[in-house]
C-alpha cells in the first residue's frame, strides 16, 4: 500500500499530541505514587479483620455499633447545616456585588477574597479566642445586654457551625458571584416591562439564572464539609465527632488500621457518589472553574 | 438628602430605601468575614493570657516568646522549606501538565485531568493516612521529602486551574506563528507562551506555596520528629490550650499573605492574561 502525505502527516499529529500528552506525566506519576496506590492498598486493609483475614468486619462495626452511625449522622448533619447556613448568608451577598459597578464590586470581593487566602488555622483559632467565655462576643454580648452570663459557644456545635461558615463562605460566594455576572440584566428589564413587580422577577429570571452557580457552590461546601478536620476538631473541643476525626483517632490511639481504613473508604464513597449525582446535573468544570 | 432612597435600584423598578436591609445585610456580612481574623492582630500586642481586646496593657512578649523559642524557630523553617520545595516542584510540574493537556487534544486528557483535580475532592485525611503508610514502606516518613511530594499532590489542582484557565483565553495560533519562522516547540512556548499566561504561573507558585505552608492534617501524619511543620505545632498547642504566642504567629502569618496578596496583584499589572 502506497503511503500518502497526508497518512504520514496524520500520523506525525498523533505522535505530537501523545508527546504533549506526555508533558503531564510527572504529574500523573506523583499522584499515582501519594494517593491512588496508597488509597488503593487502604481500600484492600479495609477488608481484613483482626485476625489477618479477609472479612467484612471493618464494616459490620459501621453498622451494629451504634457510636458510628451517630458519628456519620453528625457528619451529615454539620454539613447540611453549614451548606445551608452559607447559602443563606452568601447568596445574598454576591446578590449585592453582582448589582454593583466593576470597579466597587472588586473591592468588595476582597472581603471575600482575603480570608480565602488566610491560613484556616490562624482563622479557626481566631474564631476560638473571640468565642471563648472570657472572650469578645461574650463580654461584648454581655455589655450589650444581651444575655447576663458568659454562655459557652465554642467546643460544641455553636463554635463548630459559626468556624465552619465563616470558612467555606468563599467557596459558596464566588461561584454564585461569577454565574450572576454572567446573567443578562436584560431579561429582568423584560420581566419588569410586562409587569413582574420586583420579587416576582427575581424569582422566575434571575434565581433560576442563578442555580448552577449557587448548586455548584453549595455542593463544593458540602464535600469539603463531609472530610473536614482542622475546625471542627478545635471548636468542637471534642465534642462534635466528625467522621474524618474518628479516622485521626484510629490511627493515633489505637493504630487500627482495618477500621480508620474501611471509614475512609466510606468517606470516599459518599464523596463521590454525591459528586457523580451531582455531575449528572452539572459538569465539573463549571465547579473547578468558577471560582475566580 | 435622601432622595437616592426612593430612585430605582436595579433593573427592576425596586427602590434603594426597599433594598435597605439587603445593603445593611452585605455590609455586616462582609465585615463578619474580615474582622474576626485582623482583630487578632491589636489582641496579640496584649499583656495578658487572656488576649484582652483593647489590651489594656501593651506588649511584645508574647512576639519575643515565639522569635526567642527554638522550638518555634525550627518549625518555622520547616514550613518555609517545605513551602518553598513545594512551589518550585508543582509549580513546573503543574504548568507543563496543563500545556500539555490544553495543546493535545487526545480524549484521554479529559481523564488525566479529572484524576489530578481528584485530590481537591478527595478527603484530606484519607490522603494523609494513605501517604503515612506508604513513607513507611519508602522510608520517607519525618523527611522533608516526602511533606512535599504530598503538599505538591494538593497543590497541583490550584495550578492546573489556573493556569488551565489563562490557556483558554490564550490564542494557541501565536505559537503556530512562532513555529512557521522556524522556532522549536519548546522555544515557542518559553518565549511567545509563557510570557503570555505568565500572572497565572506567578499565581499559581503563590497559591502552591500558600497551600503546603497552610496545610495542618498531612503534616500532622508526615512530618515530625526533627522537622514538624509550623502549622502542626499550632495545632497541637491550640488542642491544650489558648496559647497567646499562636496570636503572635497568627499576625505574622495574616502580614505575609497579605504581602502575597499584594505582590500577585503587583506582578499581575500589565501582564496581558489573567
Redesign the interface.
Known amino acids: 500500500m502506497v503511503e500518502t502525505n497526508a497518512d504520514g502527516l496524520r500520523r506525525d499529529e498523533k505522535l505530537e499530541r501523545l508527546a504533549l500528552f506526555g508533558l503531564a506525566s510527572p504529574a500523573l506519576l506523583l499522584v499515582l505514587v501519594i494517593m491512588v496506590i496508597p488509597v488503593g492498598w487502604l481500600f484492600y486493609v479495609s477488608f481484613i479483620g483482626a485476625d489477618g483475614h479477609f472479612s467484612f468486619e471493618n464494616y459490620e462495626r459501621m453498622i451494629t455499633q451504634k457510636s458510628y452511625a451517630r458519628i456519620f449522622a453528625k457528619t451529615f448533619q454539620v454539613s447540611l447545616l453549614t451548606t445551608g447556613l452559607c447559602i443563606l448568608i452568601g447568596y445574598p451577598l454576591a446578590y449585592f456585588m453582582a448589582g454593583l459597578p466593576r470597579h466597587i464590586a472588586n473591592l468588595c470581593l476582597i472581603t471575600v477574597l482575603l480570608p480565602f487566602w488566610t491560613s484556616l488555622l490562624v482563622r479557626t483559632y481566631a474564631w476560638l479566642v473571640l468565642l471563648q467565655k472570657k472572650g469578645l462576643v461574650n463580654s461584648w454580648a454581655i455589655s450589650l445586654g444581651l444575655w447576663d452570663e458568659p454562655i459557652k459557644i465554642v467546643h460544641n456545635m455553636t463554635g463548630t457551625l459559626i468556624g465552619m461558615v465563616h470558612i467555606m463562605l468563599p467557596f459558596l460566594i464566588l461561584p454564585v458571584y461569577s454565574a450572576m455576572r454572567a446573567i443578562d440584566r436584560d431579561y429582568l428589564k423584560a420581566a419588569s416591562n410586562l409587569g413582574a413587580p420586583p420579587a416576582r422577577a427575581f424569582w422566575t429570571v434571575f434565581f433560576p439564572l442563578s442555580t448552577p452557580g449557587l448548586f455548584a457552590g453549595a455542593l463544593m461546601v458540602f464535600v469539603l464539609c463531609l472530610g473536614f478536620f482542622v475546625t471542627p476538631a478545635v471548636l468542637g473541643g471534642g465534642r462534635v465527632i466528625l467522621v474524618s476525626m474518628k479516622i485521626v483517632s484510629n490511627i493515633e490511639l489505637f493504630v487500627n488500621w482495618g477500621a480508620a481504613s474501611a471509614l475512609g473508604v466510606m468517606l470516599l464513597a459518599l464523596t463521590v457518589g454525591i459528586l457523580w449525582l451531582a455531575s449528572r446535573f452539572l459538569r465539573l468544570e463549571q465547579m473547578t472553574g468558577g471560582g475566580h | 438628602m435622601f432622595g437616592w432612597l426612593q430612585k430605582p435600584?436595579?433593573?427592576?423598578?425596586?427602590t434603594h430605601l426597599?433594598r435597605l436591609w439587603?445593603?445593611v445585610?452585605?455590609g455586616v456580612?462582609?465585615?463578619?468575614?474580615?474582622l474576626?481574623?485582623l482583630?487578632?492582630i491589636p489582641?496579640s500586642f496584649s499583656d495578658s493570657q487572656?488576649?484582652e481586646?483593647p489590651p489594656r496593657t501593651w506588649s511584645t512578649r508574647w512576639y519575643q516568646h515565639y522569635f526567642g523559642s527554638e522550638e518555634w524557630m525550627e518549625a518555622t523553617w520547616t514550613s518555609l522549606k517545605a513551602g518553598f520545595l513545594t512551589m518550585i516542584v508543582a509549580t513546573p510540574?503543574?504548568v507543563?501538565?496543563a500545556?500539555?493537556?490544553h495543546?493535545?487534544?487526545?480524549r484521554?486528557?479529559r481523564f488525566?485531568f479529572?484524576?489530578?483535580?481528584?485530590?481537591?475532592?478527595?478527603?484530606?485525611?484519607?490522603?494523609a493516612?494513605?501517604?503515612?503508610?506508604?513513607y513507611v514502606k519508602l522510608g520517607l516518613l519525618y523527611s522533608i521529602t516526602g511533606l512535599v511530594?504530598?503538599h505538591?499532590?494538593l497543590a497541583?489542582?490550584l495550578v492546573?486551574?489556573?493556569t488551565?484557565?489563562a490557556l483558554k483565553s490564550y490564542d494557541m495560533n501565536q505559537e503556530l506563528a512562532a513555529r512557521s519562522l522556524g522556532a522549536a516547540r519548546w522555544r515557542a512556548f518559553l518565549t511567545v507562551t509563557l510570557p503570555q499566561i505568565r500572572f497565572a504561573v506567578v499565581t499559581s507558585a503563590l497559591l502552591s506555596f500558600?497551600t503546603s505552608?497552610?496545610e495542618?492534617?498531612i503534616a500532622?501524619?508526615v512530618s515530625g520528629g526533627d522537622n514538624p511543620t509550623l502549622?502542626r505545632n499550632?495545632?497541637n498547642a491550640?488542642?491544650d490550650q489558648?496559647d497567646p504566642t499562636?496570636?503572635a504567629i497568627?499576625t505574622i502569618?495574616?502580614v505575609v499573605?497579605?504581602l502575597?496578596?499584594v505582590l500577585a496583584q503587583v506582578f499581575g499589572r500589565g501582564a496581558g492574561g489573567k
Open positions: 435600584a436595579s433593573e427592576t423598578q425596586i426597599q439587603l445593603y445585610f452585605a456580612t462582609m465585615a463578619l468575614l474580615v474576626p481574623t482583630i487578632v489582641m487572656y488576649l481586646f510540574i503543574g507543563v501538565a500545556y500539555g493537556m495543546a493535545s487534544s487526545l484521554s486528557v488525566a479529572v484524576l489530578l483535580i481528584t485530590p481537591m475532592m478527595v478527603p484530606v485525611v484519607l490522603i493516612i494513605g501517604a503515612f503508610y506508604a511530594m504530598a505538591t499532590i497541583l489542582p492546573l486551574i489556573v488551565g484557565s500558600l505552608f497552610d495542618v492534617v500532622m501524619f502549622t499550632m495545632f491550640l488542642r489558648i499562636i496570636a497568627s502569618m495574616i499573605t497579605s502575597m496578596m
